[in-house]
């Protein structure tokens, strides 16, 4: 990647590495200790721990897209360059901070209010990157990255700030947790659609149906208090979304001979088995 600088490229592999080393941390470091009779939980640190590196991982695959798409775009300038360092930062602080306290505060907060900074100024960067801004993927990372940033918005200062609990706590959080398994891939696959300036309606398909979804299965949740009825109207809905991906793998490889995309295989393999377990 060049010189050994600050950007976003540099920033892409310091949120890699940050990732490996807290699962490293977390399998080895937390769940098993050496003893007489061999290996056995630590329960004490693991809830603090397990939850702190859950947090993180919601954030690396999105991240990641974003970095390495602007480093293709070679993109430069003041707020590329705070979110190249603020990002990766803020990731260590909130999972190493509540690992060297055992307690969420207070680097929970330290670490996700710049999150949501940084993620903003993600926004209005990616905005400027894409130049076409009419309904098609570019448009659709886009608006993936701003559901991301609303949900967690809403689950800190709607959920956890305003003290809510009991189901409706519960439900939110769920459907937050749901709807963020996917937006790192589908990031991923929408900036590489944009890149390669694929166009047609399975592309215009996906780039309207994949945030619509996002938006439908989290804010119903959201609005009615309860899984029921936009847990299964959503998951009707995501269900389709594996013929989506599979679509959009086919875009991408039909879109070039020669290049032969990671993005095209994670579009082919990713659908869950838990699906139609």
């Known amino acids: ?6 950007g976003p490229g540099m920033a892409a592999v310091a949120i890699a590495f940050l990732s490996l080393a807290a699962k490293l941390y977390m399998s080895f470091g937390v769940r098993v200790k050496q003893s007489g009779n061999g290996y056995e939980p630590l329960e004490a640190l693991q ?11 919601e954030y690396e695959g999105i ?12 993109a430069d300038g003041l707020l590329v360059t705070i979110v190249s360092i603020g990002a990766p930062l803020t990731q260590a602080l909130y999972f190493w901070g509540r690992v060297a306290t055992g307690d969420p505060y207070p680097f929970s907060a330290i670490g996700a209010l710049p999150r949501f900074v940084c993620m903003g100024m993600m926004i209005y960067i990616l905005w400027n990157e894409i130049g076409d801004k009419s309904l098609g993927p570019g448009l659709a990372a886009l608006k993936l990255l701003i559901l991301s940033l609303a949900a967690k918005l809403f689950m800190s200062f709607g959920i956890r700030v305003a003290k809510v609990e009991g189901e409706k706590k519960e439900n939110a959080s769920s459907a937050q947790l749901n709807v963020a398994e996917y937006e790192g891939i589908f990031t991923a696959i929408f900036l590489f659609l944009y890149l390669k300036k694929a166009d047609g309606l399975l592309v215009m398909i996906v780039s309207i149906g994949v945030p619509l979804t996002q938006a439908l299965y989290f804010w119903g ?18 269900r389709p979304l594996v013929h989506f991906h599979v679509m959009c793998a086919w875009v991408s490889w039909s879109t070039s001979s020669t290049t032969r995309s990671a993005t095209c295989l994670w579009g082919l393999v990713w659908p869950r088995w838990r699906w139609f377990s």
Do not use: E, H
């Not at 991240?63 to 070679?74: N, S």
């Open 1 to 6: 990647m060049g010189g050994i600088q600050m």
């Open 47 to 57: 809830d603090n721990a397990s939850k702190a590196q859950l947090n993180v991982a």
């Open 63 to 74: 991240f990641t897209a974003i970095f390495l798409f602007l480093y293709i775009k070679k």
């Open 221 to 238: 949740r959201v609005a009615t208090g309860s899984p029921m009825p936009f847990s299964p109207i959503g998951q009707c809905l995501l």
